[in-house]
């Protein structure tokens, strides 16, 4: 038996429908369903009433397969902008990484400063492995929103808040310096850009759709 949503939310599409309870079958005119001692011709054989058999159902045996659901707009919306918050961060540990190397070599000829090579590649280094991490934590769960479950929504979500902590940091302290003119407001742009990506991410992944999307039932 099912019962209505509570209210004000609105039911899962994506759930399994309700099937009706089926009454106990019936035997002859003036016999009870099921009496011992009274056979039932035929009933309990495969194919009882249908002429060849059962007919397949969806999801039974025989049967066709489940009808595919499309996933909602504003959950394929946050995956595209997972992928591309993630790109930038694989794009930014790379470029990180190469400059460590390239101050590396550009001061292991220079005597004395030595160290000061090393340093720069340890903290380019160190960059790698944040920014990378920063990247899988944005690639993963978008390349799991297909089949992902809570979990994958989660990740989703998390990697939407950092990424719109930095850019709201960065605004603070664009705000805060005495820096001005062209470039400062043009680094504003882009900052506020990405804040604004960030958060659509981070809304379109609790919205009710993707909430619905995430715990829809796997056939």
């Not at 595209?80 to 990180?96: C, D, E, Q, R």
């Not at 043009?186 to 379109?204: P, R």
């Amino acid at each position: 038996m099912s019962y209505p949503p509570p209210p004000g939310q609105q039911p899962n599409p994506y759930a399994t429908p309700q099937q009706g309870s089926q009454g106990a079958p019936y035997g002859y005119p003036g016999q009870g369903a099921g009496q011992p001692g009274y056979a039932q011709p035929g009933y309990n054989q495969p194919g009882y009433g249908y002429p060849g058999g059962v007919p397949p159902y969806p999801g039974g045996p025989g049967g066709g397969i489940q009808p595919t659901v499309s996933m909602p707009g504003q959950v394929v919306t946050a995956r595209v902008l997972l992928f591309v918050a993630g790109s930038f961060w694989a794009l930014l540990a790379v470029i990180v990484f190469f400059v460590g190397l390239v101050a590396n070599d550009a001061v292991s000829d220079i005597p004395g400063v030595d160290a000061a090579g090393g340093a720069a590649l340890g903290a380019a280094f160190i960059g790698l492995l944040i920014f990378g991490g920063l990247a899988a934590l944005h690639i993963v769960p978008a390349s799991m929103f297909g089949k992902g479950r809570i979990g994958t929504r989660v990740t989703a979500i998390i990697a939407a808040s950092v990424n719109a902590l930095l850019p709201l940091l960065l605004c603070f302290g664009a705000l805060g310096s005495a820096v001005g003119g062209e470039d400062a407001a043009s680094m504003f742009f882009w900052y506020i850009l990405w804040l604004a990506t960030a958060v659509l991410t981070l809304v379109f992944c609790c919205l009710s759709p993707a909430s619905q999307w995430f715990n829809r039932p796997q056939y």
